[in-house]
């Protein structure tokens, strides 16, 4: 399910624990994030929880998470359609989306319901995007795949 939360609407501490509460930061496959880039999202995330003092954590367990914690990113995807090089390689270059750089001057100009807008159709493109991509990466793994052999787990 799709929710747009608005820090102003209830504040960045309750948005914050608003999405803990989801299980983004639990290392589960409870709640698994689908985005681009989210190891941008995360980390910003969890220095705002720290911020917020939501989450307190030291740096075993920061890394327990990275290591540990399921999630789908389009950012590689987006090299490889850009042929490997990562200049380029945004969202916007591959997607009816435009560029997230005038979001913050959307939200000093309270603009509020275009910036709701913008993250929908953000949404819309990253899920388009990563269906399409799925089905090509999956005929090319289809191609691909080398029997299983005597011994071998079937995955």
């Keep these: 399910m799709f929710q747009v939360i608005a820090e102003w609407e209830w504040g960045e501490k ?9 299980g983004v930061l639990e290392p589960t496959w409870d709640f698994v994030p689908v985005g681009n880039r989210l ?8 220095e705002r929880a720290t911020k917020w003092k939501l989450i307190d954590w030291d740096m075993p367990k920061l890394k327990y998470y990275w290591f540990t914690k399921p999630y789908l990113d389009l950012a590689p995807v987006l090299v490889m359609l850009n042929r490997g090089t990562f200049s380029g390689s945004s969202l916007h270059t591959f997607a009816d989306k435009e560029s997230g750089a005038r979001v913050p001057k959307m939200y000093r100009d309270g603009l509020f319901a275009e910036i709701i807008d913008y993250v929908t159709r953000e949404r ?32």
Excluded at 39 to 46: E, S, V
């Design 39 to 46: 190891r941008f999202d995360l980390t910003f995330l969890i």
């Design 124 to 155: 819309d493109a990253a899920m388009d995007l990563l269906k399409e991509s799925r089905e090509v990466i999956g005929d090319l793994g289809d191609r691909r795949r080398r029997p299983i052999g005597l011994g071998e787990a079937k995955s």
């Design 14 to 22: 309750q948005v914050i624990q608003t999405v803990l509460d989801k």
